[in-house]
Every structure is written in structure tokens, then in C-alpha cells.
């Protein structure tokens, strides 16, 4: 019997030890893939070869911030789901995110990971381990 393969789940954060935590956690918790990394253009580089359903990305991020992330991917990804968490949330005020249909969540550091799971469940296709 095959089993139907889940699509991906990316993390992008600049901070790497909390990155590494969240890839770790939340593997625990989903069946789908955790793809994590610490570097925007990494993600951007890899994104071709990743079936995803949901990226989970930092805002203020060096390079490349998270709203430019995601309005870099939804180029080449129409449809792909975003949660944005970020610590700033003061920095999104000027910013237009009602123009970014995909973006379906801001979720505000500090966070547990149980409510990252549980934004992932409500905005994505993400399947829990029972």
C-alpha cells in the first residue's frame, strides 16, 4: 500500500538555534517533511525542489525580509500558504499585507511551539501524529 506523501512544511528564521528547535519540534509533532533554514536565499535557492504546503517564515530577517520572502515565492508558487512570525510587530503596520492573500497569519515572538502547531493546523495542510 502507498501511502500518500505529505507536502512539506518550510521554516525560514535567521536565528539558528531556534530555527533548528522549531525544525525539531515541530518533526515531533507532523508527519509532514520539516524543511528549516536560516538563510533567505537558501530557502529561495531550494524552493524548486521542495513540494511545500505551508512556509513559516521570520519577518526581519538580514537581506531579504519575510513580506519580500513571501512576495518573492508566491511568484513561482501562486497558492503556497505563509505564516509570518516575527517579534516586530509594530514594523508591519505600513505594510500592506491585506495585498497578500497567502500571508494567513501573524504570529507575534515569543510563541510556544504549541501554538505555532496549532496556526499550522488552521492555515495549512498539515497532518498531526496521533
Partial sequence: MNAKKLPGIAIVDDEKSYTDLLAVTLGEFFLNPIHAYTHPQQFLDAL????????????????????????????????LVFLLITGHVGDLESRNLEQIPELRGILPKPFSWRKLAAEILRVGSASPRL
Avoid: A
Wanted: glycine share 12%.
Fill in 48 to 79: 524548486p525542489t521542495l513540494d511545500l504546503g505551508l512556509v513559516v517564515t521570520d519577518f526581519n530577517m538580514p537581506g531579504i525580509d519575510g513580506i519580500e520572502l513571501i512576495t518573492r515565492v508566491r511568484q513561482e508558487r501562486p497558492g
